[in-house]
């Protein structure tokens, strides 16, 4: 049976279409994604992601656990709240999951996974947590919510007590602070500024309410999805996965080699590193009409082949938008099959729109649908 956040009620009244993602019944849009994805690039949206896995990893030896578990070097986190992304690797190199990782005191950090990798995630970690006396606690009482866009800090403010408000307001960024019960970060996955809030289930309800009166839209999946792909953002499954490495999927820099340090698939990923067949995760701008879509093939100027991970139409940039794996040397422009049509594609480097404007250069003018 598919699960549910504390929200789902809510989602049903709001009319929300809902569909099943990583086995929860998630909103997808609540109306027009298209409005959805506009609200968050210019004032503000908030998204209900208490699906998320959110993880404590307690104990005396937790940041030694972490140094040997994770590919990023967790010995940067030395403030509390401080945040640090990273991949989570199997022996070969290649991508458990994508996470985002806490530093809440010294034995005690805070890890955010995947839904659709909780179950894999939790016994790979559980796993290794164990000849360190780590303590692996899936914290199923939270809820999650995400308030983003350039008006998103100062919606969640206005909620909050004073002196609440201006801690909230000077947070930096991939920063976290507890407030009462809440755990506010500025995080996210749309390319704007705003917080990822971690609180007891039971406050999800009145907050959400709260934010729709105070003029934040609600938004679905699927404005979700476009706005992280605009922010040249990974989606684990697609862009990356049990069968793909750090190099070949643009997060190199979430690799921290630092000497001495055992961490699992560093070995293999030093090999890989060292050998001519890279491949590379790029992003895409289509030159003429038409959409695209994962799966679809690319074909570059010396015979090479790639294929789209992820695609869509761009709602900021009005032109079709890709992250697609291709061969290492691959520049400039290239063929995508699009409906057994070869049509020309430019590459770019991601992300393709940031604080709500393009960052591509106006070369190319958009191809209207």
């Known amino acids: 049976m598919a699960r549910r956040t504390p929200l789902f009620a809510l989602h049903q009244a709001a009319g929300a279409r809902i569909v099943d993602f990583g086995g929860w019944e998630m909103p997808l849009q609540y109306g027009s994604l298209l409005a959805e994805h506009h609200a968050v690039r210019r004032l503000a949206g908030v998204f209900d992601v208490s699906h998320m896995c959110i993880v404590d990893l307690q104990g005396a030896a937790a940041r030694p656990f972490l140094l040997q578990l994770l590919a990023n070097d967790v010995s940067r986190l030395t403030e509390r709240g401080k945040a640090l992304y990273s991949c989570l690797l199997n022996e070969r190199g290649g991508i458990i999951d994508d996470l985002i990782v806490y530093y809440l005191g010294a034995q005690w950090f805070r890890a955010v996974?995947?839904?659709?990798?909780?179950?894999?995630?939790?016994?790979?970690?559980?796993?290794?947590a164990e000849p360190f006396g780590v303590t692996v606690r899936e914290r199923s009482d939270l809820a999650m919510l995400a308030v983003q866009g350039p008006e998103a800090r100062a919606r969640v403010a206005a909620l909050l007590a004073d002196a609440a408000a201006e801690r909230a307001l000077t947070l930096g960024a991939f920063y976290g602070t507890e407030i009462e019960r809440w755990f506010i970060s500025r995080t996210g996955y749309t390319g704007e500024d705003g917080f990822e809030i971690m609180l007891p289930a039971q406050d999800a309800e009145p907050l959400w309410q709260a934010l729709i009166k105070a003029g934040v839209v609600p938004c679905g999946l699927g404005a979700r999805d476009t706005l992280r792909l605009e922010a040249g953002m990974n989606l684990y499954g697609s862009d990356m996965d049990e069968n793909t490495h750090p190099f070949e999927s643009a997060l190199a820099w979430t690799v921290a080699l630092t000497p001495g340090r055992a961490f699992i698939g560093r070995a293999s990923l030093e090999t890989l590193r060292a050998g001519d067949n890279l491949r590379q995760l790029t992003g895409l701008v289509l030159a003429e009409r038409g959409v695209l879509r994962a799966h679809q093939r690319v074909f570059v100027a010396d015979g090479g082949e790639g294929e789209i991970t992820s695609g869509t139409f761009s709602p900021t940039l009005e032109r079709s938008i890709a992250l697609a794996r291709i061969p290492a040397a691959a520049r400039d422009r290239l063929q995508?099959?699009?409906?057994g049509k070869l049509l020309a594609a430019r590459v770019v480097k991601p992300p393709f729109v940031?604080?709500?404007k393009s960052v591509l250069d106006r070369a190319d003018p958009p191809a209207r649908l």
């Open 113 to 128: 996974l995947n839904a659709g990798t909780r179950e894999k995630d939790l016994a790979w970690i559980r796993r290794h």
């Open 336 to 339: 995508v099959e699009v409906r």
């Open 354 to 356: 940031r604080h709500g």
